[in-house]
């Protein structure tokens, strides 16, 4: 039997595959033209009545359809007939018409780009990549929801499942995401111009590939070579102006002592400011599988105001919020494609550049960005601070805990060396405000709170 009659017996006869698979399989996905016809009738009909027809019914809207031959008919008619109840195995049955779906959108678009190319089509040859990956994409999803009292083992497992996250190598960051960043998300530090973004993602990237982890770092800002040598000085613990004192020899030694000390890998790719946005860096992880075969666990962008927005022409009418929001948004929308955390910054504005107190109204440009962003804290350093060698961090939006714990807290910071370091206890003792005081349990010890609730 093909795999086509199997498909349209089990399309009449088993109505749990129908409500899977009709969400998914197209007409055009049926070569032979009363296989394409029946699959019609039957999907009409299951839209109209909300369950498959029986074959008489089926016969009666063939004939009812005045743009079918009598021909067509006879062979729709002798199909219709040759459709059989088979019990299958289902979970074969939907992985073989997955594939099948999957082939057949790939033997589609491939076709349509030759016409395409020809110059028979209606679309450009720019067109391709989208028609191509869009077949690629093809794949059966049945959940349609989560039941919450259907699905609440599935959430009771949910809750006590250990999800896999880039830790930081500061305390007081692995408090507030409770264990590190989740992958899906967009993280973003605010700051001053100077106060310190590229010297954060920089310490990050070190501790990232220390842990055996594959860093991918996009500058806009900075020439490549000049994020090398932040991370040069924090990898080499030399401070950073003393870096072409080295001779080559002690260059070289050094790079050998790290090569043996770590497993990941990181790569920098340097874009001209204002000049690439989210379909670009897609690409480029395109290229870095196949040429290097190189899956970053981690992405860093330096920084987010200065990509451009897919969606939007450079010199459109569209206001600074919208850009910037449609930029959080696509980046965002790469770390759920990828399955990496996206850490990025963003400039203050000018009132919250010599601020002591950030607030998310600080953000420059668009607030489209912190509502967008998973995790969003402000980088602060005053004249004190920086005599200190120490920068306050707020934080301003948190989706892993309660932003209200561990509010602000404070860390040092070894310009020179482009380091980031705990401080001891004293240090957080003077932070007016800090919500440290607050226990990593406080969620059980506020339960017998709501003892008294009845749930009648």
């Known amino acids: 039997m093909r795999l086509e009659t199997q498909i349209l017996s089990n399309l009449l006869f088993n109505e749990e595959y129908v409500r899977k698979v009709v969400p998914f399989l197209k007409p055009d996905y049926f070569l032979d033209v009363e296989d394409r016809e029946v699959y019609k009738t039957i999907s009409n009909f299951v839209v109209k ?4 027809p029986s074959k008489s019914a089926l016969l009666i809207a063939l004939q009812e359809n005045r743009s079918i031959s009598e021909d ?7 199909l219709i007939n040759g459709l059989i109840e088979d019990n299958v195995n289902e979970e074969w049955l939907l992985e073989s018409t997955e594939k099948f779906c999957k082939d ?11 016409q395409i190319i020809d110059g028979k089509g209606e679309k450009t040859p720019d067109a391709l990549p989208s028609i191509l990956s869009d077949a690629l ?38 408090k507030i995401t409770e264990g590190g960043l989740s992958n899906k998300t967009l993280n973003i530090a605010l700051a001053g ?5 590229s010297l954060f993602m920089c310490h990050m990237s070190s501790g990232a590939i220390k842990q055996g982890k594959n ?4 500058t806009l800002e900075m020439a490549e070579e000049r994020i090398a040598e932040r991370i040069d000085a924090n990898m080499m613990n030399i401070a950073i102006q003393d870096l072409k004192d080295l001779s080559k020899q002690m260059f070289d030694e050094r790079i050998d002592k790290i ?8 790569v920098i790719k340097e874009y001209p400011t204002a000049s690439a946005h989210a ?72 009132s919250g550049y010599n601020s002591s107190d950030v607030e998310l109204t600080d953000t420059s440009e668009s607030f489209g960005l912190p509502a967008t962003a998973d995790l969003m804290f402000a980088l602060i350093s005053t004249e004190e601070l920086e005599q200190m060698g120490q920068i306050m961090v707020k934080q301003l939006k948190n989706r892993y805990s309660d932003p209200t714990r561990n509010k602000r807290f404070m860390i040092g910071v070894d310009r020179s060396k482009m380091k980031l370091f705990d401080l001891d206890d004293s240090a957080q003792k003077q932070i007016q405000d800090s919500g440290q005081g607050q226990g990593e349990n406080s969620f059980l010890k506020k339960l017998d709170d709501y003892s008294s609730i009845k749930l009648d």
Do not use: W
């Open 104 to 114: 057949k959108a790939v033997y589609n678009a491939i076709m349509e780009s030759i």
């Open 259 to 266: 090569k043996k000390k770590i497993e990941g890998r990181l």
């Open 49 to 52: 009545y909300n369950s498959p």
């Open 279 to 350: 379909g670009h860096f897609k690409i480029l992880l395109d290229e870095l599988k196949i040429k290097r075969n190189f899956v970053p666990d981690i992405i860093f962008i330096d920084y987010l105001n200065i990509c451009t927005s897919s969606r939007f022409r450079p010199g459109s009418s569209a206001n600074s919020y919208t850009i910037i929001k449609s930029i959080a948004e696509e980046l965002r929308g790469l770390a759920v494609e990828f399955d990496v955390p996206i850490v990025s910054a963003t400039q203050t504005t000018r």
């Open 72 to 78: 067509l008919y006879g062979k729709c008619e002798t």
């Open 215 to 218: 860093v991918l770092y996009i």
């Open 193 to 197: 111009t100077g106060v310190g973004k």
């Open 137 to 174: 994409s093809i794949g059966f999803n049945v959940t349609v929801g989560h039941d919450y009292i259907e699905n609440a083992e599935e959430r009771f497992d949910f809750y006590h499942r250990l999800e896999e996250k880039m830790p930081f190598d500061l305390e007081f960051f692995n």
